[in-house]
């Protein structure tokens, strides 16, 4: 059962054009939506964030946007660079009220896989 | 440098030859678990450990173990590997099991079981 389903599985875009990855999520324990960068033959990395108290974080060129209601987010990589080509995560974890262990413990979805063209 | 170690970084096995891959972190973590990722379905959760002495089951802990007796260190075990963990493993910790705190990453362990 993969709680967080992610979309596309790859991704070729242009350089200088928008990248956009989709996620979507059942739990509604799930208060908490960082999203993981990972270049070839490294380790995850955390890229950018966000509660579900705000539609919107901006980093540099990354954008999370977040619709609660829909239990949807996205990641937004405007301006896209050969050096953005790598794996995309999202990922989910539940706040305190989730209780026992479930509390902190990231659910990923299954990666994007973005490759920017010169 | 802060960081996570993971050793050996890639490892060719036979079915049913135990292993052990170790993980260390020194940055004072008391969270730390172990990934496995998979083509087309992402990072699955193994085994997790809020503190020394305190490890729980993830969610594909089948064939697995895990200790840990120190603070930095995470090894994770297979007892009689087989195919199906073919896999690339990953370590992490975090500060603690704090929903907000960033997961911090290993390099990956690229295992093949044959």
């Known amino acids: 059962q993969q709680q967080v389903k992610q979309s596309p599985q790859s991704l070729i875009v242009q350089k200088g054009g928008i990248s956009i990855i989709n996620c979507a999520y059942e739990?509604?324990?799930?208060?908490?939506f960082p999203w993981y960068q990972q270049f070839p033959g490294k380790g995850p990395a955390l890229l950018i964030a966000?509660?579900?108290?705000?539609s919107e974080k901006k980093e540099g060129r990354f954008t999370i946007s977040f619709n609660k209601s829909a239990k949807q987010f996205s990641l937004h990589i405007m301006d896209s660079q050969p050096g953005d080509s790598a794996t995309y995560f999202c990922a989910a974890t539940p706040g305190r009220g989730a209780g026992g262990t479930s509390y902190g413990k990231l659910t990923f979805g299954q990666g994007t896989i973005l490759t920017v063209h010169p | 440098e802060a960081q996570v170690t993971q050793n050996p970084r890639y490892l060719i096995t036979v079915t049913g030859k135990k292993l052990t891959v170790t993980c260390s972190q020194n940055m004072n973590h008391e969270y730390m678990s172990w990934y496995r990722q998979d083509p087309g379905l992402g990072l699955r959760q193994i085994y997790y450990s809020m503190n020394v002495e305190v490890t729980d089951k993830g969610d594909v802990p089948e064939g697995y173990k895990v200790s840990r007796k120190e603070k930095r260190n995470f090894p994770l075990i297979l007892e009689s590997p087989s195919p199906n963990q073919t896999s690339l493993y990953f370590c992490?910790?975090?500060?603690?099991?704090?929903?907000?705190?960033?997961?911090?990453f290993g390099p990956g362990t690229r295992l093949t079981v044959l």
């Open positions: 966000i509660r579900p108290d705000v």
């Open positions: 739990n509604t324990a799930f208060d908490y």
């Open positions: 992490a910790s975090s500060l603690s099991q704090r929903a907000r705190n960033e997961q911090f």
